[in-house]
């Protein structure tokens, strides 16, 4: 009996880890393409399934209907974020741009919650609460959806930087100037990978907004996006995957056992020590260049 609870908690641990790497795929996307520490990227994640209901709600369609016009409008924030906010800092100390992050993240926030308010929303997916069985494992199906998202969206990012613009985009991240000296539009590809960030923060929304509901804690889904990040290496998408199954099941595994020892709170205590740890012993992360610097 103890197995099959260790293996349900391990699995649908890992089945939501990887809904984390849906956040952290954003923060990666950025940094890999312009060394930018996005804090925005939780925000974002709140603003996209705010967009769905708003726009099923207006326009009288369906929540299906709504997410296309919801990416399509994400996509056009993050390079209008990038244009109006980030581009005159560019050649400024990188604690500048961070700082600046940050301030979008409380800006939409505040945005957000003059215009909808506090109060919770559904997200209704048609996602049936039923579980899935797995033999004897009961599996949470919005998870196993989730995971499924995040690993098509990954593999689609995945083959981008391996197309021209991925590679230009890597060749901005590495060198802004020699990247200018050869004629290439550094800020239309640090516009692009804010755009794409944010087409990754409206999935991850939506799919953690049909899970929990559409509010304000949407946006505390960064300190997990950020714990799977560093954790995976701020420049990997692969390594944002493997490290969001590893937190996910750690912390699913020790929520399970330990809360009802503790009285909960177990799960933030995992990602703090998960995140602390990683930047003291392996700064890099798992699969980051060695060359990148702890912010």
């Known amino acids: ?23 952290a795929m954003g923060i990666v996307l950025i940094y890999k393409s312009s060394s930018v520490p996005n804090l925005a990227q939780g925000a974002l994640t709140m603003l996209g399934p705010y967009l769905v209901l708003a726009f099923a709600g207006k326009l009288g369609i369906s929540i299906w209907a ?77 998870y196993a959806i989730g995971a499924v998202v995040t690993m098509v969206l990954f593999g689609v990012f995945m083959f981008f930087f391996r197309t021209r613009m991925g590679v230009v985009l890597r060749a901005i991240a590495d060198d802004y100037t020699a990247s200018w000296s050869v004629g290439i539009s550094v800020e239309r590809g640090v516009a692009l990978s804010w755009a794409l960030s944010a087409v990754a923060a409206t999935a991850a929304g939506v799919l953690w907004g049909s899970v929990q509901t559409v509010d304000q804690s949407l946006s505390m889904l960064l300190l997990k996006g950020i714990t799977v ?41 995992v990602v703090a020590a998960v995140l602390i740890l990683t930047i003291m012993i392996r700064p890099h992360g798992l699969f980051g260049r060695h060359d990148i610097e702890r912010i």
């Open 1 to 23: 009996m103890d197995i099959m609870y260790f293996l349900e908690l391990a699995v649908n641990g890992g089945l939501a880890g990887l809904m984390y790497a849906l956040v």
């Open 66 to 142: 709504a997410i296309p016009l919801a990416i399509v409008s994400m996509f056009v924030i993050g390079m209008a974020i990038e244009r109006i906010a980030l581009r005159r800092l560019a050649g400024r100390p990188i604690v500048m741009i961070l700082m600046m992050t940050l301030g979008i993240d409380i800006f939409i926030r505040a945005t957000a919650l003059t215009i909808w308010g506090g109060s919770g929303r559904n997200m209704p997916l048609g996602i049936s609460d039923s579980p899935l069985f797995l033999g004897p494992l009961l599996v949470n199906r919005a």
């Open 229 to 269: 990040g560093v954790l995976g290496g701020l420049d990997s998408i692969g390594g944002a995957m493997l490290a969001g199954l590893l937190l996910g099941i750690l912390e699913n595994v020790a929520s399970g056992y330990l809360d009802p020892l503790l009285g909960g709170g177990t799960r933030e205590l």
